[in-house]
C-alpha cells in the first residue's frame, strides 16, 4: 500500500471543476504541513497549493488563486484541492506531500517522496 495516493483527476472542459484527494496510510498527515504540485509536459514542477498541519494555514500559486481551495480533513487523514473556473493552463500531472515544516514554507516533501500523482487535463 502506498504511503500516499492521489485521486480525483480527469479530462474537463475549461470553465468546469474538480476536486482532488490526497490520502495518507500508515502515518499522520497533520504532523506536517502538505502541499500539492504540478508538472505539464515540458515544464518544471510547480507549487500550486499548501496547508499547514493543523488546517489554519494557506498558501496558493497567484495563477489559482480565488478558483483552488485546499482543505484537510484530519479524521480521514487526507487532503482535498478543490480547482474550478478551471482553464487549460492548469493541465497537467497533479502531485502531492508531505512537506518537510509545520507551517508552508516551500514545497521540500519529507524523504523526498511524492504520491504517483493523479491527470488533469483541461480542455474543449
Known amino acids: 500500500q502506498l504511503p500516499l495516493v492521489e485521486s480525483g483527476g480527469g479530462l474537463v472542459q475549461p470553465g468546469g471543476s474538480l476536486r482532488l484527494s490526497c490520502a495518507a496510510s500508515?502515518?499522520?498527515?497533520?504532523?506536517?504541513?502538505t502541499g500539492w504540485v504540478r508538472q505539464a509536459p515540458g515544464k518544471e514542477r510547480e507549487g500550486v497549493s499548501c496547508i499547514s498541519g493543523s488546517g489554519g494555514s494557506t498558501n496558493y500559486a497567484d495563477s489559482v488563486k480565488g478558483r483552488f481551495t485546499i482543505s484537510r480533513d484530519h479524521a480521514q487523514n487526507t487532503i482535498y484541492l478543490q480547482m474550478n473556473i478551471l482553464k487549460p493552463e492548469d493541465t497537467g500531472v497533479y502531485y502531492c506531500a508531505q512537506l518537510t515544516g509545520y507551517y508552508c514554507s516551500g514545497y521540500r516533501p519529507r524523504n523526498d517522496y511524492w504520491g504517483q500523482g493523479t491527470q488533469v487535463t483541461v480542455s474543449s
Open positions: 500508515g502515518f499522520p498527515l497533520d504532523d506536517y504541513a
